[in-house]
């Protein structure tokens, strides 16, 4: 087969065998706990392996290594596929050696559900990414996109439980993953100051592309360069996902130490930032409400019991940036997650707010005094208090109004 260009360059394939206990046991765990539209998706989907499907992926989605990438992902009709037998074949080799010896390459094959076959193989190459750093670039890149570019809630779904199988592998809390320095400077001035860097980066990936080891002179100000990743976090996903996908190349195909132990330490910490940032915005940016439920749950699970106050910070805390709603603007079936989530948490925690938002027992009295809020909704909000608070069960809200007009005396005596 051809090689691919830059960014899409394949770890070797891994073998058949698995544990029942690794990492793509614990990533099949968590499709488990999918919605139902995820557990559809995942139906009669036979992965091929990393290589094969990211390949796949690509060639469908419109994603082309080495190249800008489109503003909307738009899927094709067509995928680039080896054909069956070949594919047939993959983890015992002989696909490997068949496709050299014959010369077979993929060629243009229609897909009856162009974007199916792509949550199919996001899906797979998101698993078989797990505990390998440069697949886990690589795919984290394509999920985040995925988040920005697809108009599809389906498809940006299956991108939120791609990037939580992820997540969990490296031991990601997205939101408590530092984004970076807070810039007194514009987006603008950021870019700006980026920009050299990211051409030194450029030049020595050009040079390892034609196999050439780069000179001191650009090897250290690509070593430079990889130290002022730290400092400056180019402002838009985009460029972002660039910078990692140039990172990833250095830390996999240069020899030199001087340059790979500080761009694989880099290529973690952007990589991190990358994946955390699109969880988050996943979780407040104006979308439909089941990829935001979604992006709540992924976010909780990763978290643990914080992360419901941290979520609750991040959903109901109006932004100058707009596009973040306050709590009675949420949708229900968002704002019935959170109460839910919020049900399970012992008092201690669900009494804390985190600075900026309403501690979740604050939040969950919101919606039972929400009066545009249905007696299902406000129901499950006066479990949930009564649950937290450790009292039996009353759905009259007379009691929650007693708590609450006592609970705002004791909180101004503690002000």
Same mark, same amino acid.
């Given at each position: ?129 797990? /505990? #390998?750093?440069? @697949?886990? *670039? &690589?795919?984290?890149? =394509?999920?985040?996109? %995925?988040? $920005? ?126 994946? /955390? #940032?699109?969880? @988050?915005? *996943? &979780?407040?940016?104006? =979308?439909?409400?089941? %990829?935001? $439920? ?122």
């Amino acid at each position: 087969m051809k090689a691919r260009a830059i960014d899409a360059e394949r770890a070797p394939a891994r073998p058949a065998a698995r544990a029942a206990t690794g990492p793509a046991a614990q990533a099949r765990r968590v499709f488990r706990r999918a919605p139902a539209a995820v557990a559809l998706a995942l139906a009669g989907c036979g992965c091929p392996g990393f290589a094969i499907a990211m390949s796949e992926f690509d060639s469908v989605a419109g994603w082309q290594p080495a190249r800008p990438e489109p503003d909307v992902v738009a899927y094709g009709e067509e995928a680039e596929r080896l054909p069956f037998p070949v594919r047939a074949l993959e983890w015992s080799g002989l696909d490997v050696a068949l496709t050299g010896l014959f010369g077979i390459e993929p060629r243009r094959t229609k897909v009856a559900s162009p974007s199916s076959f792509a949550r199919e193989r996001m899906l797979c190459f998101a698993e078989d990414a797990v /505990a #390998d750093r440069h @697949r886990t *670039a &690589l795919a984290v890149a =394509r999920l985040s996109w %995925v988040l $920005d570019g697809d108009p599809h809630p389906l498809n940006q779904i299956i991108a939120v439980h791609g990037l939580e199988i992820l997540a969990a592998d490296v031991g990601l809390d997205p939101l408590q993953q530092d984004l970076g320095p807070v810039a007194n400077q514009s987006d603008e001035a950021i870019a700006r100051a980026w920009q050299p860097h990211v051409l030194a980066l450029r030049d020595v990936v050009t040079e390892l592309a034609h196999g050439r080891e780069p000179e001191p002179q650009l090897r250290d100000a690509c070593v430079a360069a990889i130290a002022e990743v730290e400092h400056l976090v180019p402002p838009s996903p985009r460029d972002r996902r660039g910078q990692m996908l140039l990172l990833n190349y250095l830390a996999h195909r240069t020899r030199d130490p001087a340059i790979v132990a500080p761009a694989e330490a880099a290529l973690d910490l952007v990589m991190r930032r990358l994946a /955390a #940032d699109s969880l @988050r915005r *996943a &979780l407040y940016e104006p =979308r439909s409400p089941a %990829v935001r $439920d979604a992006a709540v749950r992924a976010c909780c699970a990763l978290g643990g019991l914080p992360a419901v106050p941290r979520i609750l910070r991040l959903v109901t805390s109006p932004r100058a940036s707009g596009g973040i709603p306050t709590a009675a603007e949420l949708d229900r079936d968002v704002r019935l997650t959170l109460v839910r989530l919020c049900g399970q948490l012992p008092e201690q925690v669900a009494m804390r707010a985190e600075p900026g938002g309403p501690a979740p027992v604050e939040f969950l009295y919101d919606v039972i005094a929400d009066g545009g809020a249905d007696r299902a909704l406000q129901v499950a909000a006066l479990e949930a208090l009564a649950c937290c608070l450790g009292r039996p069960v009353d759905l009259d809200r007379t009691w929650a109004d007693r708590w609450w007009a006592d609970y705002v005396v004791n909180r101004r005596a503690r002000g």
